[in-house]
Nanobody
Framework: QVQVVESGGGLVQPGGSLRLSCAAS????????MGWYRQAPGKQRELVAG???????NYADSVKGRFTISGDFDKGTTALQMSSLKPEDTAVYYC??????????????WGRGTQVTVSP
């Protein structure tokens, strides 16, 4: 079993910054990808940023130039640095880790989420 835990959410004013962290642990042989998703009330969960192979990144158009994802797959960690935050960034942010167990069984595991609120 693979556990994923997020941390770093909170309340921040518009224009402010926040850093989210995520750690995956447990029955892991290799991590192929990690990503951050968010879900605002009444909306579907959407991809915010992803990283594969530890270096290749992709971002939602709405966060390009403001958010930066990083990862250390050897440690099973990823971080999302968020800057110039807007009220529309308010959501629960979820971390996902994808990879394989020691028996080469694929996994895709989610954290429980961390709340980010952008408000004056």
């Amino acid at each position: 079993q693979v556990q994923v835990v997020e941390s770093g959410g909170g309340l921040v004013q518009p224009g402010g910054s926040l850093r989210l962290s995520c750690a995956a642990s447990g029955n892991i042989f290799h991590i192929y990808s990690m990503g951050w998703y968010r879900q605002a009330p009444g909306k579907q969960r959407e991809l915010v940023a992803g990283i594969t192979g530890g270096t290749s990144t992709n971002y939602a158009d709405s966060v390009k130039g403001r958010f930066t994802i990083s990862g250390d797959f050897d440690k099973g960690t990823t971080a999302l640095q968020m800057s110039s935050l807007k009220p529309e960034d308010t959501a629960v942010y979820y971390c996902n880790a994808g990879g394989a167990t020691p028996t080469l069984k694929p996994f895709s595991s989610w954290g429980r989420g961390t709340q980010v609120t952008v408000s004056p």
